[in-house]
């Protein structure tokens, strides 16, 4: 699987939108690219998933550039429960789709 | 839709001593099921991947023998931690992925096991 690169901390003011880089520069042309979160002692939750086009759904939106190289997860209008570590995923199809789970970037909202 | 649950949330228990812990998935039918631990402030480790009435496929390092993985039906995938010991100590969590949505995996509230 291709490797990500992301930020270890952000902060965010509440209301604001939270912007999260990601870096896939060795992905390749069947790999997706994968947003999860995770809040504190909780599972992973889904936010959102694309290939080459921008992605938007009720959580988020993700824009990947033209290259694929890299990505931008944003989140229109934070909240204080957007607080989590968030990971960007480069996965592809191999009878499942694995998620390798780097370290991500945590994010706190702030009031 | 598409909700995993986890059973029991926390356990603790003795040294050598055998742990099972359940997944399930309520509203869907999971061909593939995953298993991941995670190590305080650390991330998520794939341990293995379940298809139902198959054996599991473990990632490298992970002791098949140790980690029992049984995904009996299509809602159910155990994990049994056999002869517990304080390393493995841990955040055991779930995934599941459906047919109508192989491209999307669905993540338990994990299981937080403590051998003392």
């Known amino acids: 699987d291709a490797k990500t690169t992301q930020p270890t901390s952000m902060d965010c003011a509440e209301g604001r939108a939270a912007n999260l880089p990601c870096n896939h520069s060795t992905i390749s042309g069947n790999e997706y690219v994968y947003w999860y979160r995770q809040i504190h002692s909780q599972g992973p939750q889904y936010i959102i998933h694309?290939?080459?086009n921008n992605e938007t759904n009720e959580m988020a939106s993700l824009i990947i550039t033209e290259d694929r190289k890299s990505s931008t997860l944003i989140l229109p209008h934070a909240t204080l429960r957007d607080t989590a570590v968030y990971y960007c995923?480069?996965?592809?199809?191999?009878?499942?789709?694995?998620?390798?789970f780097g370290k991500g970037t945590k994010l706190s909202v702030i009031p | 839709g598409a909700v995993v649950s986890q059973h029991p949330s926390r356990v603790i228990c003795k040294s050598g001593t055998s742990v099972k812990i359940e997944c399930r998935s309520l509203d869907f039918q999971a061909t593939t099921m995953f298993w991941y631990r995670q190590f305080p402030k650390q991330s998520l480790m794939l341990m293995a991947t379940?298809?139902?009435?198959?054996?599991?496929?473990?990632e490298q390092g992970v002791e098949k023998d140790k980690f029992l993985i049984n995904h009996a039906s299509l809602t159910l995938s155990t994990l049994t931690v056999t002869s517990a010991h304080p390393e493995d100590s841990s955040f055991y969590i779930c995934s599941a992925s459906h047919l109508q949505s192989e491209d999307e995996q669905f993540f338990g509230p994990g299981t937080r096991l403590t051998v003392l």
């Open positions: 379940s298809n139902e009435g198959s054996k599991a496929t473990y």
């Open positions: 694309g290939l080459k």
């Open positions: 995923i480069v996965s592809f199809w191999a009878g499942s789709y694995q998620l390798t």
